[in-house]
């Protein structure tokens, strides 16, 4: 967009001369929402001693140990209702207390099960703020916008609801941290999921690839209307995958590199 490749009226008001029009630029934005449940737990084993100097040292000599721990050691893949193709929301479990991106603490031993949207059906935009590359742009995620999405992470807290009382974990559950009490109705779930959702890390779609004319890149990633350009990152997924988006990056920048040596 700062190059003047992307929405021309948009581009204009930022000051900016539409030098390729491509609307789609910016467009499409999604990543995958994700919320939390946090347990209190009876069993005195958790990551909450991992910065302990007994777990260090344990590291240092031995490479075992809480620090050996990626935290998020448990995951499952479920469909939220009958007939869906493919799972729709992942489950995340790790052994710590893990609530608004690690800043919220507790003195303690807990646990913690996310439950994340894959297959959002909400989208948003990215949009310039200036003309200038130090202003940040304004990120539209429109996230929980269609009812679909809703419904799925209610029956993701749900699961996660049902799974905490399940044993093994049942046995070494304490009282609810987050949320700090019992929730029954959709209407309950959905106020506390509105308010605790986040994301994870994973923002792509905003140059979506396809062979319409309106895509941003063609199959081969080139930028449409531009010679010599491509993009070669998570932005061109015209969809976001059904996992973690680290993997599928990877590998679009190992294509695109196949793309470039075969017409060297």
């Known amino acids: 967009?700062?190059?003047?490749?992307?929405?021309a009226d948009e581009l204009r008001q930022a000051g900016i001369e539409a030098v390729i029009e491509s609307p789609e630029v910016g467009r499409n934005l999604q990543d995958h929402p994700?919320?939390?449940c946090c347990f209190e737990s009876t069993v005195p084993e958790s990551l909450a001693d991992a910065e302990k100097p007994r777990a260090l040292a344990e590291f240092l000599l031995r490479r075992s140990g809480p620090l050996t721990s990626n935290v998020g050691e448990a995951m499952a893949f479920i469909r939220t209702r009958p007939g869906l193709p493919a799972a729709d929301v992942q489950l995340l479990f790790g052994p710590a207390h893990y609530h608004d991106h690690g800043f919220d603490t507790i003195d303690g031993h807990a646990f913690s099960i996310a439950a994340a949207l894959i297959t959002p059906r909400s989208r948003g935009e990215l949009r310039l703020r200036s003309a200038s590359p130090d202003d940040k742009p304004e990120l539209v995620g429109n996230h929980l916008t269609?009812?679909?999405?809703?419904?799925?992470?209610?029956?993701?807290y749900r699961r996660i609801q049902g799974i905490a009382a399940s044993e093994p974990l049942a046995a070494a559950r304490?009282?609810?941290?987050?949320?700090?009490?019992?929730?029954?109705?959709?209407?309950?779930?959905?106020?506390?999921?509105?308010?605790?959702?986040?994301?994870?890390?994973h923002p792509v779609g905003t140059c979506r690839m396809g062979s319409d004319e309106s895509s941003v890149v063609d199959p081969q990633l080139r930028v449409r209307g531009v010679e010599?350009?491509?993009?070669?990152?998570?932005?061109?997924?015209?969809?976001i995958t059904g996992g973690n988006t680290n993997a599928p990056t990877i590998m679009i920048g190992e294509k695109a590199a196949d793309l470039v040596r075969a017409t060297a």
């Open 1 to 7: 967009m700062l190059a003047g490749i992307g929405p």
């Open 34 to 36: 994700f919320f939390l």
């Open 146 to 156: 269609d009812a679909d999405d809703v419904a799925a992470l209610i029956a993701g």
């Open 174 to 201: 304490g009282r609810s941290l987050v949320p700090d009490r019992e929730l029954e109705s959709d209407e309950e779930i959905e106020a506390f999921i509105r308010e605790e959702t986040e994301l994870l890390y």
């Open 228 to 239: 010599g350009l491509r993009v070669a990152d998570a932005s061109i997924m015209p969809t």
